[in-house]
């Protein structure tokens, strides 16, 4: 095992009120302090009562999808949480992961990769 499931983070306009919404249909805690990630006006968190992290995001020009029309496909990424942020990079790459950020200096906590299918997740250091 690499990492563990941290979140699942959806792209949107308005990350608190589409919160907001999940946390109507799920329960929980929306915007809970978390020691893994702040919250702002570009990204809220809920927190279930079944343990689940759903995450939203703030895109520019989001454009929703409009499933099943490929040309607009379902968007999402999920965040992983690894102890050692190099190490994972080594086995994800051997996997066949695509780096796509890294801010090359080490200060940052996360990298975004694409799977073997281009979909979008992230290692964070926790």
């Known amino acids: 095992m690499i990492a ?7 792209d ?15 329960g ?5 302090p978390d020691r893994r990630w702040g919250v702002d ?6 927190h279930t ?4 992290v759903l995450a939203f995001q703030r895109v520019t020009d989001y454009r929703p999808p409009n499933w099943p029309d490929p040309a607009g ?16 990079h080594a086995q994800v790459m051997r996997l066949g992961a695509r780096l796509l950020l890294d801010d090359g200096d080490g200060a940052r906590s996360w990298r975004i990769y ?11 250091r926790h």
């Open 73 to 88: 496909p379902q968007q999402f990424h999920l965040d992983f949480g690894v102890p050692d942020l190099d190490s994972a």
């Open 4 to 10: 563990e499931l941290q979140c699942v983070v959806l």
């Open 114 to 124: 694409a799977d073997l299918a281009g979909h979008p997740f992230c290692l964070v």
């Open 28 to 32: 929980g805690t929306v915007n809970q």
């Open 12 to 26: 949107c306009e308005d990350p608190l009120r589409l919160a907001d919404f999940y946390e109507s249909l799920l």
């Open 49 to 52: 009562p079944a343990g689940l």
């Open 41 to 46: 006006d570009n990204w809220s968190t809920l």
